[in-house]
């Protein structure tokens, strides 16, 4: 199943008030891949909201895991709408528990006389000249199957690489229609935190925290586009890591922001 077929069928439940499952093809463990869960939720969540306001800041907390082929349901309540913002949270309920929570701030655009041009480029050579990370079962995440990650710095995860910085270029394997807020979710999040190449065997690693803050507006995208991203790891220390990550668009304008905060048990 596809990654259209999958926000369409969150949208619908969401609205119905009905549950779904995913296939574990894409699980990342035993767990739904956190950029999946994180998509599904905010399709469930943006049904909510006029079209008029976009997207501006999205945080995600993985609770507990949520499991494949297992029925789960979304629960959203809107907290307060204004006349120019709304903000909204979200759950993810399957058996019983919350396995993933969301609070997300959505605004129409306003003039204003302040305006800082973002001038930071990524300079990463093109994806075509670069190694893509490869799909091996049994090895590597099972979603890993549904997106291209092309990497231009760092290092596959527990190579034992001394950088703590990660960067390439990314897009989903089987091409949406259009590339919406709701793909971006999910691929941003199937990079892997760049600490885990500093490692030199597997242990367990848990994103706690994830906020995501998108810059609107920004020219629609093809579904067959890649993204270009770049994070660093701001601070890693007593099993916990903080990373930081620019992401932009196939003509090189920044269309988001990604901070995230990470268990270590390594």
């Known amino acids: 199943m596809n990654i259209d077929a999958l ?17 574990d093809s894409w699980a ?15 399709a469930a ?9 976009p997207l501006r800041s999205l945080t995600t907390n993985f609770v507990g895991p949520l499991l494949a082929d ?5 629960q959203v309540e809107l907290l307060r709408e204004g006349k120019s913002a ?3 949270t979200a759950r993810i309920i399957q058996n019983g528990q919350v396995a993933v929570l969301q609070q997300a701030s959505f605004g129409v655009e306003r003039f204003s006389e302040i305006e800082v041009n973002q001038r930071r480029q990524h300079g990463l050579p ?34 034992g690489n001394r950088s703590a910085q990660l960067s390439g270029w990314m897009r989903f394997g089987q091409p949406p229609k259009i590339v919406t807020d709701a793909h971006l979710i999910g691929l941003i999040d199937a990079w892997p935190p760049a600490v885990l190449q500093m490692m030199k065997a597997p242990a367990p690693v ?26 660093i790891t701001r601070q890693a220390a007593n099993g916990y890591a903080h990373l930081e990550a620019d992401i932009w668009d196939h003509s090189g304008d920044l269309v988001a922001i990604s901070r995230q905060s990470v268990a270590v048990f390594a």
């Not at 891949?33 to 998509?39: I, P």
């Not at 994806?127 to 990650?149: C, D, R």
């Not at 995208?221 to 270009?228: R, V």
């Open 70 to 74: 297992t029925e789960f349901c979304f």
């Open 126 to 159: 093109q994806p075509e000249q670069l190694s893509k990370m490869p799909f091996l079962p049994g090895v590597t995440p099972n979603f890993i199957q549904h997106v291209e990650l092309a990497i231009a710095e760092g290092a596959l995860p527990y190579s």
């Open 7 to 23: 926000l369409e069928q969150a949208r619908a439940c969401a609205l119905n008030h009905t549950s779904m499952t995913f296939p």
């Open 206 to 231: 848990s994103t706690m925290m994830w906020n995501l803050e998108f810059i609107h507006p920004h020219p629609p995208a093809a579904g067959s586009d890649w993204f270009a991203y770049k994070a």
């Open 45 to 53: 969540m943006k049904t909510q909201v006029a079209d008029d306001r």
């Open 28 to 42: 990342q463990g035993r767990t739904a891949f956190g950029g999946l869960s994180a998509a599904l939720l905010y």
């Open 86 to 88: 709304s903000q909204l």
